[in-house]
Structure formats: structure tokens, C-alpha cells
């Protein structure tokens, strides 16, 4: 069944400005806190404090627009929709553009790549702890794909474009914000929230913006969805780079003097095998794309790979590009081409240290006083936590709704989740704004 989007009308944009304009105050229970002797909120009713039904509308609402990464007009209208929703909160919000992006395209030549405005809204800037909140608008899903439907599967689930990954997230986000500033403590911390438009395609217009605001923060919660349907969190995380290199031979016919051309393809084939030899149990190589090429009775002068590697620990990201600077002088030298790499690690290996894991222990003890299990695993993916994480800040990153099948058109939400995890976020605020330490 597909939603009637109409009869849900906009209620991000009903709300009105601040928090009393829907709480009226926090009539829940408290105790003293050992932060400047606020009242630390209890978790018994902090899920009242939570309006289901609204989450979910807005989300499907929000998923009902096209935003994927490239999809500039999509984003635009989202980032607007998202000012009104978080306008609710105090602080003041800003359209931040994008820093300029260059990649490499299929005749070899750099050019600039596009980006979505990021949204940021700063909260209580002058407070002694201040906490940092991220997720992303954009999705992986482009505007001529055939994915654009919001539909309920069944009471619990719907499948839609981003509901999991993460609109269901950014409706987190909001919610718990506006529960936690209904609360007694709220105004012992300050905190900052930034959804970015490129997360999908590796932060690069946004990981400036990600690492100003990261800076000085006590901790930050990021909100992919879940690791497992069941609300598993990702704990430790390897990295990513994306790389594309651009080899220039020399053509010529390929039957009256092939000796005089350099084969670029050639060069690229032998790359691909070389760059896979690298490979090790502390990072893995996947060579994705080779373009270029000519007719057949040509020798082709110009090949661009496009490879991507997953480096688990920081010393094998930085081995890789020792290997890979000494691989491609070789190549250069011995195919008599000109091979220029273009990219790099985008999201450095994600380790958990001690004051990580004492975050990763606040979500379960809350999660459990709510009567929620929570878990966490490790994870061969990468998001903005990587990069959160790398600037010294404390993470967890799977604060989202649970769901599943992300980034594929059988993308699911599990409903009741948008609840459930706007109440564990709120809860955690609450601690680490009683004083909670990690």
C-alpha cells in the first residue's frame, strides 16, 4: 500500500519555535547529577516524551524526495525542509555550501564535481560540553532511478528510498533533541548538528566542515542506521579509499608500426594485477573500472582505473601509499607512459579506545533502562564516524532507526525503531548532560 503523502500534511513545519511550544515541561522523575548539580533525568517516561506518529510522517515525507548525491534541486528541497524541522530547536542554522570536489572523468581530465549545501545548527556554542550530532540527506538512490516509492509493508516495516539510511536517522536526530530540551539539564550542554549532502560519496565536500566541528567536542553520535536489524551498533571500523589513476601511452596502427605506440591498456592491466598482489589481512584491493581504450586497430593511448581499498588499521593505510607511489614509477618507467593517481583515503580506519568504549557502554546501560538490548559488532563499512573518530572525538555511529537492505531498492525501516532509538538518544544526552564521564 502506498502512503497518501497529502493527508499527512507538514509537520515539520507545525511545530512552532522552541521546545515549550510542544513540551510544557518535563514532568518526568529526576535525581541529582554531578555536573554542576543539574537533575539527572530518569529513564521511566522519557519515551512519552516522544510523538511516534509525527516521526514517522515527516520521514516518509522527507524519503519521498529524491536526494540522491547528485541530485542537487533533490537536496536543496530537503536542506529547506530540514531548516523548518529543526527550527523547533533553539540555536540558530545555517546553509553551509560545500567545499569545492574535483575527480577524474572517463577522458582522464580532472574536473569539478558538484555538491548539495550542508546543513549545520549550533546550539549553546559558550558551554563547557558541548556534544556534536551527525547524519546525511543524501542517498545512494539518483533521480532517474527506479527506487522513488514510499510504501508500508506491513504494521512495522516500510520500504522506501533513505527511510533506513538515513531520513529515519535525521527524524531521530530531531526528536530526541526536542525531548532532551524539554528536560531540566539541557541547558548544561551545548551541542552541534550537521547533516551533510555527500556522505554517500565519501564527505569529501564536507570532512573540513566535519573536522571544525568535531574539534573540542566531548562526543558525538552519528545516526546510520543500525548494523543489524535487531539494533546491533557497528563498534570498530575499517577505512576506505577510492583512487583513479590516469595512464597516457602513445597511439599508433596497430598492424604498420605497433612498436612505436605505448599501450596504455596494457599498462592498466598489468596495474590491476600488481595492485592486487598488495593485497593483505590488514587491507583489502578491489580494482572496479577500467575506461579508455580506441578501435581495434589502434594502440590505446589513455586508460583511467578506478580501484577502492579498505584499509583495517592506520599502518596499512599509510603502507599502501608508499606501495602504491613505488608501483606506479615502476609501471611509468617500464610501459614509457605517464600515469598521475588521483584520490586517496577518504575515511581513515575507525579503532575504539577506552573513552569510546565508555560512550559504547552509556548507549547500552541507557538502551537496557529502557528496556532495550543493545550490542555492538564490528563493521567493514565506513561513514562520517571514521572521520569524526580521527579528529580524537569519541563515537558511536549506528544511532539510526533499525533497518535493513540499505542501498538497494528492497530498503526497509523498522517503525517502531524511530521511537525506540529517539528515546535512547534523548536518555544519553540526558547522562552526558548530568555528567556522565568517559
Given at each position: ?58 520521514t516518509c ?34 546553509l ?24 549545520v ?12 550530532l ?194 606506479l ?32 557502554d ?18 567493514g ?24 537492505a ?15 532509538r ?17
Amino acid at each position: 500500500m502506498q502512503h497518501d503523502f497529502e493527508s499527512w500534511g507538514g509537520v515539520g513545519r507545525a511545530y512552532g519555535r522552541g521546545p515549550s511550544a510542544w513540551q510544557g515541561g518535563w514532568a518526568g522523575p529526576v535525581e541529582a547529577g554531578p555536573l554542576g548539580g543539574v537533575a539527572m533525568v530518569r529513564g521511566e517516561n522519557i519515551s512519552a516524551q516522544i510523538d511516534a506518529a509525527a516521526m514517522l510522517r515527516e520521514t516518509c515525507e522527507w524519503a519521498a524526495i529524491n536526494s540522491g548525491t547528485g541530485n542537487l534541486a533533490g537536496l536543496a528541497e530537503v536542506a529547506n525542509r530540514l531548516a523548518d524541522a529543526f527550527a523547533v530547536l533553539p540555536g540558530k542554522i545555517e546553509l553551509v555550501e560545500p567545499a569545492p570536489v574535483t575527480t577524474i572523468d572517463a577522458a582522464g581530465n580532472e574536473v569539478e564535481r558538484a555538491h548539495g549545501k550542508h546543513l549545520v545548527l549550533r546550539v549553546r556554542p559558550d558551554a563547557v560540553r558541548r556534544l556534536l550530532l551527525t547524519g546525511h540527506m543524501d542517498t545512494v538512490f539518483p533521480v532517474d532511478h527506479p527506487f522513488q516509492k514510499v510504501e508500508r509493508v506491513d504494521a512495522d516495516t516500510v520500504n522506501g528510498p533513505g527511510t533506513a539510511d538515513m531520513k529515519g536517522g535525521l527524524c531521530v536526530i530531531l526528536h530526541a533533541l526536542r525531548a532532551f530540551e524539554a528536560t531540566p539539564n539541557a541547558a548544561v550542554i551545548g551541542y552541534d548538528v550537521m547533516i551533510n549532502s555527500d556522505e554517500e560519496t565519501g564527505s569529501l565536500s564536507s570532512d573540513a566542515l566535519i573536522a571544525d566541528l568535531a574539534r573540542g567536542k566531548y562526543a558525538a553520535l552519528t545516526y546510520e542506521p543500525s548494523a543489524l536489524p535487531d539494533g546491533t551498533l557497528a563498534h570498530a571500523r575499517g577505512g576506505t579509499g577510492n583512487y583513479s589513476v590516469t595512464i597516457r601511452g602513445r597511439s599508433a596502427h596497430a598492424g604498420r608500426n605497433p612498436q612505436d605506440g605505448r599501450n596504455a591498456v596494457v599498462a592498466a592491466a598489468e596495474l590491476v594485477l600488481r595492485l592486487t598482489r598488495l593485497a593483505a589481512e590488514d587491507i583489502t584491493i578491489n580494482p572496479a573500472k577500467i575506461e579508455g581504450g580506441s578501435a581495434n586497430n589502434v594502440v590505446p593511448d589513455l586508460a583511467v582505473l578506478r580501484f577502492n581499498i579498505r584499509p583495517r588499521t592506520s599502518e596499512a593505510m599509510q603502507r599502501f601509499d608508499g606501495q602504491l607511489a613505488d608501483l606506479l614509477a615502476e609501471l611509468a618507467a617500464e610501459h614509457e607512459v605517464q600515469i598521475h593517481s588521483h584520490g586517496g583515503v577518504t575515511r581513515p580506519p575507525k579503532p575504539v579506545d577506552a573513552r569510546a568504549q565508555k560512550l559504547f557502554d552509556l548507549v547500552r546501560n541507557c538502551g537496557a533502562e529502557l528496556g532495550q538490548s543493545i550490542g555492538w559488532q564490528a563493521s567493514g563499512g565506513v561513514c562520517d564516524g571514521n572521520n569524526i573518530a580521527a579528529c580524537g572525538v569519541p563515537v558511536v555511529d549506528t544511532m539510526g532507526v533499525r533497518g535493513g537492505a540499505i542501498h538497494s531498492p528492497d530498503e526497509f525501516m523498522i517503525i517502531p525503531s524511530l521511537a525506540e532509538r529517539a528515546a535512547l538518544s534523548a536518555l544519553v544526552l540526558g547522562r552526558l548532560a548530568s555528567g556522565d564521564h568517559l
